[in-house]
């Protein structure tokens, strides 16, 4: 595969609310969303990129935003490029107990399979083991910056298992990680037999839910910054996907029908969208899901 390299770019960092800087992934694949949150005591950096070249790029600019302040690292999910850095935080690294669970149980394996990706992916994991947390939490966890609360709280299953938002309160900020994205088609981890943990009907739970916390700001895991607008119009895109999907599965088509017809329909009414191979794996996701929720 002929990818680009998944540079951390440091200094497009941009403000998002007082306090709040994002170091935004300009659209480049494998590179995250990453978040520099102050408080009077204490700075939260949210993903690491991929690599520990690019977290060291962000450790040093968190160490000047935080001007001698304690820095926390925190990760939305175990995934290699919002993850797969964190050792480059020395003492600093909580995550809730399903990430920690999914970086013990598949970080080698995604580990393996990212490296696979061969050029600039690989060399930047040369050097990379499989991170592990600091302080595992149970529940969520409250991180007292000094004069502002950030809240760590595990959504349960969607993307992966161990799916973490990381909220600002007084900023109205969420960051979702890979539970939201923008200008793409929702990225479906689902690689059987390794990896099934993504649940397409889950993940809409989980969706109603953070929009009825009515965010002001949303961090996508990639893509632009926005509004609740973000969330809604995930939720909505899986929906569609669910739909589609299920007024074909119990037909007498083949998968690889279900899976044409799907990507035409969806990729017609969001032409503009990138990731177009996340579709087939969605569709594969939701024909194995159980009739959870009712379609419309």
Wanted: charge should be negative; aromatic fraction near 8%.
């Amino acid at each position: 595969m002929n990818l680009p390299d998944p540079a951390v770019q440091v200094s497009g960092a941009v403000d998002i609310a007082p306090g709040v800087l994002v170091i935004p992934n300009n659209h480049v694949g494998l590179v995250p969303n990453i978040g520099v949150i102050s408080g009077t005591e204490a700075v939260l950096v949210v993903d690491t990129g991929l690599g520990l070249d690019n977290a060291r790029s962000v450790s040093r600019f968190a160490e000047e935003v935080a001007r001698g302040r304690r820095i926390h690292l925190t990760t939305t999910h175990f995934h290699p490029e919002h993850a797969f850095g964190a050792s480059a935080f020395d003492g600093s690294y909580v995550v809730g107990r399903a990430q920690a669970d999914d970086l013990a149980r598949k970080g080698s394996g995604y580990l393996e399979m990212f490296r696979g990706f061969g050029g600039a992916i690989a060399t930047r994991l040369s050097d990379v083991d499989v991170p592990v947390p600091d302080e595992v939490f149970d529940g969520e966890r409250v991180l007292d910056l000094g004069g502002r609360t950030v809240v760590l709280r595990p959504t349960g299953r969607g993307h992966t298992l161990g799916d973490q938002v990381v909220e600002v309160p007084d900023a109205g900020v969420l960051f979702t990680g890979d539970l939201a994205e923008t200008g793409q088609f929702a990225i479906f981890p689902w690689f059987p037999p390794h990896d099934t943990d993504v649940s397409g009907l889950a993940w809409i739970d989980v969706l109603d839910r953070l929009i009825a916390g009515a965010p002001r700001v949303v961090v996508p895991g990639h893509g632009s910054v926005g509004s609740i607008g973000v969330l809604e119009g995930v939720r909505d895109y899986l929906l569609e996907l669910r739909d589609e999907t299920w007024r074909r599965r119990d037909s007498a088509m083949a998968l690889d029908d279900i899976v044409a017809e799907v990507r035409a329909v969806l990729v017609e009414r969001h032409p503009e969208w990138a990731g177009q191979e996340w579709i087939e794996p969605g569709v594969s996701c939701l024909c194995a899901e159980s009739y959870s929720f009712s379609v419309d």
